[in-house]
């Protein structure tokens, strides 16, 4: 059965830095396509960043670009998003994502 359990959410004024985690269980999350995505009040799911099976390599969307960086670790079962240099428009839940597997979510809010 696959699991996927986001934390690390919090309150964080704008500048500041979280790191989310994403232990997963019921697959070898190195074998797949892993993402990091996001939905803010009133508006749909948005793609954040995404993770190859092969290789590793992360991808990011252009609003995040240059601020978050996506990585693994295989042998903890956990997947991070670091986000540095937070802004306003960053507030929304953040799931991870295998396939039309989803997490519950963690609440990240950037304000003053």
């Known amino acids: 059965q696959v699991q996927l359990v986001e934390s690390g959410g919090d309150f964080v004024q704008p500048g500041g830095s979280l790191r989310l985690s994403c232990v997963v269980s019921?697959?070898?999350?190195?074998?797949?396509?892993m993402d990091w995505v996001r939905q803010s009040p009133g508006k749909g799911l948005e793609w954040v960043s995404s993770i190859n099976g092969i290789g590793g390599i992360p991808t990011y969307a252009d609003s995040v670009k240059g601020r978050f960086t996506m990585s693994r670790d295989s042998a903890r079962n956990t997947m991070y998003l670091q986000m540095n240099n937070l802004k306003p428009e960053d507030t929304a839940v953040y799931y991870c994502?295998?396939?039309?597997?989803r997490g519950q979510g963690t609440q990240v809010t950037v304000a003053s």
């Open positions: 019921g697959f070898t999350m190195n074998r797949y396509l």
């Open positions: 994502q295998k396939g039309e597997s």
